[in-house]
């Protein structure tokens, strides 16, 4: 919604990027959800992989905009 109102050319858009994590969280989320019928621990880790990864701070919005 925020990048949709600033528009593709806005610098928050041109510091998001790709957005890897935005993209790759869903996507594990669909392969740990039927994995989870046949491998729960395998689908927990999963789960638990995307978590950390957002845990990780993301200082891509920060150095854009202390660039601007």
């Not at 669909?30 to 019928?37: K, Q, Y």
């Amino acid at each position: 919604a925020i990048l949709a109102r600033h528009g593709q050319d806005s610098l928050l858009a041109k510091a998001l990027g790709s957005d890897f994590k935005g993209k790759m969280s869903p996507i594990v989320y669909l392969v740990a959800i039927p994995l989870a019928f046949v491998y729960p621990a395998i689908a927990g880790g999963l789960y638990v992989l995307v978590a950390l990864i957002w845990l990780i701070p993301d200082r891509r919005i920060e150095r854009v905009l202390g660039q601007g």
